[in-house]
């Protein structure tokens, strides 16, 4: 257990240790919008005295994810590219679905 926990050690000094370059900045962007959503549904659930996921949360899922998703492409990790391939698609549903709802309620039509 003390092995591994040093080599895990070793590894994580190793990669903190990098060079930083645009692909950092791309994984941090996608790390800090991915979370803010988390702040933007927080407020305005506050705001409202309810539990509501705004628009914003999608749109800032979305962002979040392809940037993350560039990142775990460039980092070359295949767990980290499906963790956010995937739910990219559902995030783009759920806006999917807020317009389809929006235009049913409005009287919209397809043409």
């Known amino acids: 257990m003390t092995v591994l926990l040093a080599s895990y050690f070793d590894n994580l000094l190793q990669n903190l240790g990098g060079t930083p370059n645009i692909m950092t900045a791309v994984g941090f962007a996608g790390n ?3 979370g803010s959503r988390f ?6 659930s506050e705001k409202l005295k309810q539990s509501v996921i705004p628009i914003q949360f999608w749109y800032l899922s979305i ?4 940037f993350s998703l560039i ?10 590219i499906i963790g956010f391939a995937f739910p ?3 995030y783009v549903r ?3 679905l807020i317009a389809a709802g929006k235009k049913k309620y409005t009287g ?3 043409t």
């Not at 702040?39 to 305005?44: A, D, I, N, S």
């Not at 990142?71 to 980290?80: D, L, Q, T």
């Open 63 to 66: 962002v979040g994810s392809i």
């Open 39 to 44: 702040l933007v549904q927080w407020y305005v």
């Open 108 to 110: 919209d039509k397809k």
């Open 32 to 34: 800090i919008l991915f």
């Open 88 to 90: 990219t698609i559902v």
């Open 71 to 80: 990142y775990a492409i460039y980092i070359g990790k295949m767990p980290f």
């Open 94 to 96: 759920n806006l999917m």
